[in-house]
């Protein structure tokens, strides 16, 4: 005797009276489906992550249907081929008894004591008979798979794809899922066999977050709802979770402005349908990979010290993890805002790479392929003050263009001031920063102390770096001379400036700029336009067009 089928899995889910219409989403699934006597494409696949509302879309989308449609809940029981089919075939004969009944007898003689190498091929026969039977089927039909995530049986996975390849002209599927079937849905998606909403599609826009948060009776301004739904990403979940909090929130405000992947109800939520579930490796490199802000497979080896971060970061693409892709190519990603809070929420505690640790490997890769801002920037969330002083003054001429002097004021707060006197070159550097921020009080210090240690000839200055330094602290000097119209300064700290520049530098242009200044202070036409020349040159192969054009403006004034 079969073991009987609960009847409660073939039910569609109610719709909430309050439920978000989302008409857009419903044409969309809708556009190009049936003809009037055909479905036009075989499958529509709703995939995406927990929380994105896939079953709620497609129950409301499929409304119209409701005549028409053969729905079922999976579970993880049903990761059984036998048990499977037997939900979906009696799924189908509940809209018309007549649908499968052959099949239905072939399933109900299935014994317990069948061997299983043998149920194979009966259930593609049965299959096929299914498959035969329904073309005699003139009215359209809609069979639902809903939380079709539940299987990873390989035998079901084939005998899905040999299904959707043979569905007839009547019969169309719509599966909804946490993860990608391993189906080929490339070929499916080329010949226009398929539609698929993903987590773009699913995610509410601005116009639509507002309404949803009134189903929660909160009504916030709007430059409120649209910092939370940036925030979230429009993640529905995310807003759900929101709109719970804000209940009765006395500073709703301030709550937008706070509302992170750390916040209680998203780390429980979270935590419990996402992370706890995964298998233990996925899991781990989500937790090390956390720190990055963008990821790409070689990153995320150094990161992990692993060598299949490419496969894993399909693996996640597969499973929907809130991984979101950066370019066209599959190369570099990054997770979804809020669940990178929780991921590094989590980490503090959970990760088997310490997140700074994960940082410092971040920090060396990004060194050793050339992104040198971002291994500055990761050594200091690191607070690894040391690597990132080496690195700011290892590197500091190709810095100042490549990151610009907002990012180079943020670094140089960032060390203490101590640390930034151990190293001239990054003295003089901080001073010109602190310059061109209008911040005196604390480059003239800085100037000042580069000044004694070159003046007190200190062993610790390289030979080679102390002509450039004397150069450089003219420059700075001069600088401070023309903003404070000292024109007796000006002249004494130009004169034979490039002297000190031999070779093409930020430091010559400023230099230029200057002898230039000079040589037109003094009447040197000719001197002038050499000088205002070399810096326009100069500007132009150091790629500075905002310094080019201004110089070649001067050379026009005069």
Same mark, same amino acid.
């Given at each position: 005797?079969?073991?009987?089928?609960?009847?409660?899995?073939?039910?569609?889910?109610?719709?909430?009276?309050?439920?978000?219409?989302?008409?857009?989403?419903?044409?969309?699934?809708?556009?190009?489906?049936?003809?009037?006597?055909?479905?036009?494409?075989?499958?529509?696949?709703?995939?995406?992550?927990?929380?994105?509302?896939?079953?709620?879309?497609?129950?409301?989308?499929?409304?119209?249907?409701?005549?028409?449609? &053969?729905?079922?809940?999976?579970?993880?029981?049903?990761?059984?081929?036998?048990?499977?089919?037997?939900?979906?075939?009696?799924?189908?004969?509940?809209?018309?008894?007549?649908?499968?009944?052959?099949?239905?007898?072939?399933?109900?003689?299935?014994?317990?004591?069948?061997?299983?190498?043998?149920?194979?091929?009966?259930?593609?026969?049965?299959?096929?008979?299914?498959?035969?039977?329904?073309?005699?089927?003139?009215?359209?039909?809609?069979?639902?798979?809903?939380?079709?995530?539940?299987?990873?049986?390989?035998?079901?996975?084939?005998?899905?794809?040999?299904?959707?390849?043979?569905? /007839?002209?009547?019969?169309?599927?719509?599966?909804?899922?946490?993860?990608?079937?391993?189906?080929?849905?490339?070929?499916?998606?080329?010949?226009?066999?398929?539609?698929?909403?993903?987590?773009?599609?699913?995610?509410?826009?601005?116009?639509?977050?507002?309404?949803?948060?009134?189903?929660?009776?909160?009504?916030?301004?709007?430059?409120?709802?649209?910092?939370?739904? +940036? +925030?979230?990403?429009?993640?529905?979940?995310?807003?759900?979770?929101?709109?719970?909090?804000?209940?009765?929130?006395?500073? /709703?405000?301030?709550?937008?402005?706070?509302?992170?992947?750390?916040?209680?109800?998203?780390?429980?939520?979270?935590?419990?349908?996402?992370?706890?579930?995964?298998?233990?490796?996925?899991?781990?490199?989500?937790?090390?990979?956390?720190?990055?802000?963008?990821?790409?497979?070689?990153?995320?080896?150094?990161?992990?010290?692993?060598?299949?971060?490419?496969?894993?970061?399909?693996?996640?693409?597969?499973?929907?993890?809130?991984?979101?892709?950066?370019?066209?190519?599959?190369?570099?990603?990054?997770?979804?805002?809020?669940?990178?809070?929780?991921?590094?929420?989590?980490?503090?505690?959970?990760?088997?790479?310490?997140?700074?640790?994960?940082?410092?490997?971040?920090?060396?890769?990004?060194?050793?392929?050339?992104?040198?801002?971002?291994?500055?920037?990761?050594?200091?969330?690191?607070?690894?003050?040391?690597?990132?002083?080496?690195?700011?003054?290892?590197?500091?001429?190709?810095?100042?263009?490549?990151?610009?002097?907002?990012?180079?004021?943020?670094?140089?707060?960032?060390?203490?001031?101590?640390?930034?006197?151990?190293?001239?070159?990054?003295?003089?550097?901080?001073?010109?920063?602190?310059?061109?921020?209008?911040?005196?009080?604390? &480059?003239?210090?800085?100037?000042?102390?580069?000044?004694?240690?070159? !003046?007190?000839?200190?062993?610790?200055?390289?030979?080679?770096?102390?002509?450039?330094?004397?150069?450089?602290?003219?420059?700075?000097? !001069?600088?401070? &001379?023309?903003?404070?119209?000292?024109?007796?300064?000006?002249?004494?700290?130009?004169?034979?400036?490039?002297?000190?520049? /031999?070779?093409?530098?930020?430091?010559?242009?400023?230099?230029?700029?200057?002898?230039?200044?000079?040589?037109?202070?003094?009447?040197?036409?000719?001197?002038?336009?050499? !000088?205002?020349?070399?810096?326009?040159?100069?500007?132009?192969?150091?790629?500075?067009?905002?310094?080019?054009?201004?110089?070649?403006?001067?050379?026009?004034?005069?």
């Amino acid at each position: 005797m079969s073991t009987p089928l609960l009847a409660t899995k073939f039910y569609p889910p109610p719709l909430r009276p309050d439920r978000l219409p989302r008409p857009d989403l419903v044409n969309r699934a809708e556009d190009g489906l049936w003809d009037g006597q055909q479905f036009l494409r075989r499958l529509t696949l709703f995939s995406a992550t927990t929380g994105y509302g896939k079953t709620t879309a497609a129950r409301t989308w499929l409304d119209s249907w409701m005549p028409h449609l &053969a729905w079922l809940s999976l579970d993880e029981g049903d990761d059984d081929p036998f048990r499977f089919w037997r939900y979906v075939v009696a799924a189908l004969a509940r809209t018309d008894p007549s649908i499968g009944e052959q099949v239905q007898q072939v399933f109900e003689s299935m014994g317990s004591g069948m061997e299983r190498l043998s149920a194979t091929e009966i259930i593609r026969g049965a299959l096929t008979t299914l498959i035969n039977s329904l073309m005699d089927i003139d009215a359209p039909l809609i069979l639902v798979l809903d939380d079709y995530h539940h299987v990873s049986n390989e035998s079901i996975h084939r005998d899905m794809e040999f299904l959707v390849d043979n569905l /007839p002209p009547t019969l169309h599927l719509v599966v909804v899922s946490r993860i990608d079937p391993p189906w080929p849905l490339a070929r499916w998606r080329i010949r226009g066999n398929m539609r698929e909403l993903r987590q773009q599609d699913l995610r509410l826009r601005a116009s639509e977050t507002g309404t949803f948060l009134e189903s929660f009776g909160v009504q916030l301004a709007e430059v409120d709802v649209v910092a939370l739904q +940036r +925030r979230t990403e429009g993640w529905p979940a995310g807003l759900q979770m929101a709109g719970l909090s804000l209940q009765g929130h006395p500073d /709703p405000r301030r709550f937008v402005e706070t509302f992170a992947g750390s916040s209680r109800y998203l780390v429980d939520y979270l935590g419990e349908e996402v992370l706890d579930g995964l298998p233990t490796p996925i899991r781990d490199f989500l937790l090390e990979t956390a720190v990055l802000d963008q990821l790409c497979a070689p990153l995320c080896d150094a990161v992990t010290s692993r060598e299949d971060s490419r496969a894993m970061l399909g693996a996640l693409q597969t499973r929907n993890l809130f991984l979101l892709p950066l370019d066209d190519h599959g190369e570099w990603y990054r997770y979804h805002s809020l669940f990178a809070d929780l991921l590094r929420h989590r980490a503090r505690w959970e990760s088997p790479t310490p997140p700074r640790d994960s940082r410092l490997r971040a920090a060396r890769w990004y060194e050793r392929e050339g992104f040198l801002a971002e291994a500055i920037t990761m050594a200091l969330a690191a607070d690894a003050l040391d690597v990132a002083e080496t690195l700011l003054a290892k590197h500091i001429d190709k810095l100042w263009k490549s990151a610009g002097v907002d990012r180079l004021i943020r670094w140089f707060d960032a060390l203490s001031v101590e640390r930034i006197r151990e190293r001239p070159i990054l003295g003089v550097y901080f001073s010109f920063v602190c310059l061109i921020d209008g911040r005196f009080p604390d &480059a003239l210090p800085m100037i000042k102390e580069v000044e004694d240690r070159l !003046a007190t000839h200190d062993e610790s200055i390289p030979d080679g770096e102390r002509r450039s330094l004397e150069g450089i602290v003219r420059v700075l000097r !001069a600088f401070i &001379a023309s903003f404070q119209g000292d024109q007796k300064a000006l002249l004494s700290y130009a004169d034979g400036i490039l002297d000190y520049f /031999p070779e093409r530098t930020l430091w010559r242009f400023s230099a230029a700029a200057l002898a230039g200044d000079l040589a037109s202070l003094r009447g040197d036409q000719a001197g002038m336009e050499a !000088a205002y020349h070399l810096a326009i040159a100069d500007g132009i192969a150091l790629q500075d067009t905002f310094g080019s054009l201004f110089m070649a403006q001067r050379l026009g004034f005069n």
